[in-house]
């Protein structure tokens, strides 16, 4: 079964450090985009970034470039999304999306990483 | 960037209506659009790509149709569990945009 396995809930403060992951199964790992989308509570969908686990291609919407690095692990088929210095504004539900071949969109999703970030 | 405008934001229907939601990019955009549905507590689901071609699984109650700024989504006859909110995005150039989003009420 093609899945996407993402960690569990996180709660931290402003300014700590956080590394999510979503771990792929059921497919080439390296043959197939991975992304990240941001949902904030209440609220719709934002694209975060895309990247290529074959050659650690990665593009980042300009509203996220410099607040997030997403990078990812071909020996445990696993991508990462981490900031260095959490907001409380980064507070939301992350999930990460195959994309899929052609022109389909994210046809793979995880279950979502929710990040609460409060003083 | 390109831009999506979903409308609209709210529909209240019933068990059985037929359902339209409209999606309008701010420039051409071709048929690089896709659909998704997304339940509360749930990730989204996608239900067609290529703003026509139905996804693997998906029941064929579930159509789109456009191509340039201008695209539809029906559900043809609304079953009980379709009641959840739905995205456009646009696929043409990164970032992948998403509409805003409408969320289909139980009338």
């Known amino acids: 079964e093609v899945q996407l396995v993402q960690s569990g809930t996180e709660v931290k403060k402003p300014g700590e450090s956080l590394k999510i992951s979503c771990e792929a199964s059921?497919?080439?790992?390296?043959?197939?985009?991975i992304g990240w989308v941001r949902q904030m509570p209440g609220k719709g969908l934002d694209w975060i970034g895309i990247m290529y686990p074959g050659h650690s291609d990665i593009i980042y919407s300009p509203s996220f470039q410099g607040q997030v690095t997403m990078s990812a692990d071909k020996s445990t088929r696993t991508a990462y999304l981490q900031w260095s210095s959490l907001k409380t504004s980064d507070t939301a539900m992350y999930y990460c999306?195959?994309?899929?071949?052609?022109?389909?969109?994210?046809?793979?999703w995880g279950r979502g990483t929710m990040v609460t970030v409060s003083s | 960037d390109i831009q999506l405008t979903q409308s609209p934001s709210f529909l209240s229907a019933s068990v059985g209506d037929r359902v339209t939601i409209t999606c309008r990019a701010s420039?051409?955009?071709?048929?690089?659009l896709a659909w998704y549905q997304q339940k509360p507590g749930g990730a989204p689901r996608l239900l067609i790509y290529a703003a026509s071609i139905l996804q693997s699984g998906v029941p064929s109650r579930f159509s789109g149709s456009g191509s340039g700024t201008d695209f539809t989504f029906t559900i043809t006859s609304l079953q009980p569990e379709d009641f959840a909110t739905y995205y456009c995005?646009?696929?043409?150039?990164?970032?992948?945009?998403f509409g805003q989003g409408t969320k289909v009420e139980v009338k």
């Open positions: 995005q646009r696929l043409n150039t990164y970032p992948w945009a």
């Open positions: 999306a195959r994309r899929g071949s052609d022109t389909r969109g994210f046809d793979i």
């Open positions: 420039q051409g955009i071709n048929t690089y």
């Open positions: 059921g497919y080439s790992f390296t043959t197939f985009y």
